[in-house]
């Protein structure tokens, strides 16, 4: 296979890598190239150097043969099969999913040698699907011992010393507002409606660094881990369940410390005041997505009824969460609503329902809160110069903004103000005007393309997505590092122990511990999706023959891409559209027949049927129904 150089001056053009010119160069591994070819739009070089393995361990199928064993390995950007000699086989049979580690590098005609270190099972036996994944991206499966005792050993109750040095709101009608089967309940709100027609809305979060000692075994483990991993059939947590379940869990009708942030906001949803303090409380009802949405679109009177001291609480938290995006709408958040997947496996890990997971207004209510209260800490921080950790999204660059501009041409529509820098708002209006059109999808995903992507940094270059000059991730400490490290920077300054060696500290290890944080959160989103599109391909298996109605997501020139309602993606291949000689065009993303003038293009609607599915390479394939 061929690859990709990407330089680090991310100014530079990427260079094209053809098979003969890897030099044995492996996914993502560092390398030094020599600039062989260039005419002005692509560049094409060859591997000098590998300065840096990425893939010190592979995961894969293992293959027998008389002498000796290869891997085939699970990630197919990784080309080339491992030799394992007879010695080193390590029980391995055929057909057993492996994890090899490499010995011997891959010279230019001769594969990586390795051996066999773990042999995960057969690969249709049950779990070995998720156990591969989880070994492919090295995500821990378990705690050392050590944490766990360490986690143990915190106390389940809070002292009456603690409690007096904070401020105690036990009394106030604090509520969560999570999914059905939520454990680690991080968050909490309260609102009240003020004499002056202000809301006064609270954003209680669970005091997690209070009892995760900075640079202690816990935090160490913690920080290595980043973020919790959600796969398809089970959480990967950054905290043991010990914390994240038991004392930093803001579980109803039990005392727990909180950093609390009171913010009053006027009815053009504008932040007028606010405190953040360390806060002791005591929820008073665990409410449900689903009983919550149900009580507001549905007006349900079993729920009213089972509810009934928090439904005003609930109507006037509807009514600040919709002031609250009305005004991120007017400033330009893009607010993109893609469908997101819900797959139910069986108790074997099975597939058998996959479908779009639908966001109500209780979702969005506490959406908005959590937006609310990050912008406000971030704009608090910067206001008082501290170093921090910031959650960024930069500007689009010019060419792929250009490049948009020229595909939405094709609908019809174009961007205001491009040429120079681009506002989002501009982004936001179209997004407005092709709501519940024909294109909509497809316009969204190819803008979400064009997007860079967010990320954690200790400078401050804004939130282009969010139109947010100041934005942090300050809600779900229990499950994301940044939230733990700004919550000690907060403490800190709010205690007046933020002195200037701190600040100098901060800003000399702030830098790198964000691009950590950030690589962490790619390995998770990575091995999610990787579990979510492997249950798919499952999902699809018996489903070969079926047809289905779809719409064209992605176009390329060896085929189209066609998602359906129920969010699975397959491809309809080139060579599988037999009535015409089909010519891809890049400019408008389109494919064209040469002697029909047929096109096939992003949006459109088709009917196809499954005509094969590969579990390993999680690959669908339709045809034409």
Same mark, same amino acid.
């Given at each position: ?34 600039? +062989? ?42 080309? /080339? ?121 609270? &954003? +209680?979060?669970?005091? &997690? ?5 900075? %640079? ?12 919790? =991993? ?49 806060? &002791? ?6 409410? #449900? ?21 928090? @439904? ?40 058998? *329902? ?43 660059? #010019? ?33 407005? %005007?092709? %709501? ?105 298996? *018996? ?11 992605? =176009? ?11 969010? @699975?993606?397959?491809? =309809?291949? =080139? ?23 047929? #096109? ?5 609607? /088709? ?19």
């Amino acid at each position: 296979g061929f690859g990709f150089f990407i330089p680090d001056n991310r100014e530079q053009e990427d260079v094209f890598l053809s098979a003969e010119n890897l030099n044995g160069a492996l996914h993502n591994d560092r390398i030094m190239i020599r600039v +062989h070819k260039s005419d002005g739009r692509s560049r094409e070089g060859e591997v000098t150097r590998v300065l840096e393995r990425a893939n010190k361990t592979i995961v894969g199928t293992f293959e027998k043969d008389q002498n000796f064993g290869f891997v085939v390995p699970d990630d197919k950007r990784i080309s /080339m099969d491992i030799f394992v000699p007879k010695d080193e086989l390590n029980g391995a049979k055929n057909g057993y999913k492996v994890v090899v580690e490499v010995t011997k590098w891959s010279s230019k005609r001769r594969n990586p040698e390795g051996k066999v270190i773990e042999v995960l099972g057969h690969k249709d036996d049950v779990g070995t699907d998720i156990l591969s994944i989880i070994r492919q991206f090295e995500l821990p499966e378990t705690f050392p011992e050590e944490v766990i005792q360490a986690a143990k050993d915190i106390p389940q109750t809070i002292s009456e010393e603690e409690i007096s040095n904070r401020r105690d709101l036990r009394d106030l009608r604090v509520i969560t507002m999570d999914g059905a089967d939520a454990n680690d309940l991080d968050d909490a709100i309260s609102i009240e409606k003020k004499s002056n027609g202000n809301f006064l809305l609270g &954003v +209680h979060i669970s005091d &997690v660094s209070y009892y995760v000692e900075k %640079k202690g075994i816990i935090d160490k483990e913690a920080f290595e881990r980043g973020t919790s =991993v959600y796969l398809v059939d089970r959480v990967i947590p950054m905290l043991p369940k010990e914390l994240s379940n038991g004392i930093c869990s803001l579980n109803p009708n039990e005392d727990r410390l909180a950093f609390s942030v009171f913010m009053e906001i006027d009815s053009e949803g504008k932040v007028i005041n606010h405190d953040i303090m360390e806060s &002791v409380i005591r929820s008073k009802e665990r409410t #449900v997505y689903e009983d919550v949405s149900k009580i507001l679109e549905d007006n349900d009177k079993e729920l009213i009824e089972s509810y009934k001291d928090y @439904v005003d609480d609930f109507r006037d938290m509807e009514t600040l969460a919709q002031i609250l995006r009305d005004k991120r709408i007017r400033r330009g958040s893009i607010d993109f609503d893609l469908d997101e997947t819900k797959i139910v496996l069986d108790l074997k890990g099975k597939p058998i *329902d996959v479908m779009p997971y639908e966001r109500g207004v209780s979702n969005r209510i506490i959406e908005e809160f959590m937006l609310v209260c990050n912008e406000t800490v971030a704009a608090f921080m910067t206001w008082n110069e501290i170093p921090f950790v910031y959650r960024i999204h930069e500007e689009p660059t #010019v060419e792929k903004i250009l490049e948009f501009n020229d595909f939405i041409h094709n609908f019809g529509h174009h961007l205001k103000g491009v040429g120079g820098k681009i506002h989002p708002k501009s982004l936001q209006s179209l997004l407005e %005007k092709i %709501k519940g059109s024909r294109e909509e999808a497809i316009i969204s995903t190819v803008m979400l393309r064009s997007l860079q992507k967010a990320k954690y940094s200790s400078d401050n270059l804004g939130h282009f997505g969010l139109a947010a000059k100041d934005y942090s991730h300050f809600t779900a400490p229990i499950r994301r590092y940044p939230d733990l490290i700004i919550h000690r920077i907060i403490k800190d300054f709010i205690n007046d122990k933020m002195d200037k060696k701190e600040r100098k500290r901060l800003s000399k290890n702030l830098p790198e511990m964000c691009e950590h944080c950030s690589k962490r959160e790619r390995v998770a989103d990575e091995a999610e999706r990787e579990t979510d599109n492997l249950k798919k391909a499952e999902y699809m298996m *018996d489903k070969i023959g079926m047809e289905y109605d779809g719409i064209i997501s992605g =176009v390329t020139n060896y085929g189209i891409f066609v998602q359906l309602a129920n969010t @699975v993606e397959g491809l =309809v291949r =080139v060579t599988a559209l037999d009535d015409d000689y089909y010519v891809y065009n890049e400019k408008h993303y389109c494919l064209i027949g040469e002697r029909t003038r047929k #096109v096939y293009r992003l949006g459109d609607t /088709m009917k196809i049927r499954v005509s094969k599915v590969d579990i390993t390479t999680r690959n669908i394939d339709f045809v034409l129904a």
